[in-house]
């Protein structure tokens, strides 16, 4: 049974999928997780508190799925690296707010991952606090997707930033074929 917090989380995250952040009310995001409007602010202060922990959510699984591509997969560096491309453009293709992340074009229609400009009213748990620093950064988070390429051992580093920065332009205009063919053939 998920925590109220992961309710609360994907209810706004279902919620985004219909409207726009700007429409997304606070008092129903709390009635689809079966929980109190109270609950949600203590949980997470504020809608932008809300806003903030949803886009740290869906990095840290973007992240997670990078390292299970990389567990998951073996072969040559090269299959490695295509799997980390392929995850990449399927990530950003399922949800709005990886794509916005991985190539940093945020629309109006999408909640803010900016950090908070102090700390959120009667949120203060860890999980808060950490996505009241703010989500990562395109270029940051392609960091920490190069990090983890290294630290599997999964290829060079000039081979990590190729598959990677293919993968991002994929995202943006994808190409004939499939992105992992193109990461295999330039290494």
Same mark, same amino acid.
């Given at each position: 049974?998920?925590?109220?917090?992961?309710?609360?989380? @994907?209810? #706004?995250?279902?919620?985004?999928? #219909?409207?726009? /952040?700007?429409?997304?009310?606070?008092? @129903?995001?709390?009635?689809?997780?079966?929980?109190?409007?109270?609950?949600?602010?203590?949980?997470?202060?504020?809608?932008?508190?809300?806003?903030? &922990?949803?886009?740290?959510?869906?990095?840290?699984?973007?992240?997670? !799925?990078? @390292?299970?591509?990389?567990?998951?997969?073996?072969?040559?560096?090269?299959?490695?690296? =295509?799997?980390?491309?392929? /995850?990449?453009? *399927? &990530?950003?293709?399922?949800?709005?707010?990886?794509?916005?992340?991985?190539?940093?074009? /945020?629309?109006?229609?999408?909640?803010?991952? *900016?950090?908070?400009? !102090?700390?959120?009213?009667? =949120? &203060?748990?860890?999980?808060?606090?950490?996505?009241?620093?703010?989500?990562?950064?395109?270029?940051?988070?392609?960091? +920490?997707?190069?990090?983890?390429?290294?630290? #599997?051992? +999964?290829?060079?580093? +000039?081979?990590?930033? +190729?598959?990677?920065?293919? $993968?991002?332009?994929?995202?943006? $205009?994808?190409?004939?074929? !499939?992105?992992?063919?193109?990461?295999? !053939?330039?290494?």
């Amino acid at each position: 049974m998920p925590t109220a917090r992961e309710a609360l989380l @994907d209810a #706004a995250c279902t919620s985004l999928a #219909a409207r726009s /952040w700007t429409a997304v009310r606070m008092v @129903d995001v709390a009635a689809a997780a079966g929980v109190s409007r109270q609950t949600l602010y203590n949980e997470f202060g504020s809608k932008e508190g809300l806003a903030r &922990a949803l886009v740290r959510r869906e990095a840290d699984g973007f992240l997670a !799925g990078v @390292d299970r591509v990389l567990a998951d997969r073996t072969g040559s560096d090269a299959d490695r690296l =295509a799997g980390v491309a392929e /995850w990449i453009v *399927r &990530a950003a293709r399922a949800s709005v707010l990886v794509r916005a992340l991985v190539t940093d074009c /945020w629309s109006d229609r999408l909640p803010s991952g *900016r950090p908070a400009r !102090g700390p959120s009213a009667g =949120a &203060a748990g860890a999980a808060q606090r950490r996505a009241d620093a703010g989500a990562p950064g395109a270029a940051e988070l392609v960091e +920490a997707v190069r990090a983890r390429v290294a630290a #599997a051992g +999964a290829g060079t580093p +000039a081979a990590c930033e +190729a598959a990677v920065r293919v $993968a991002v332009s994929w995202v943006v $205009a994808p190409g004939p074929g !499939g992105v992992g063919e193109v990461v295999r !053939g330039l290494l």
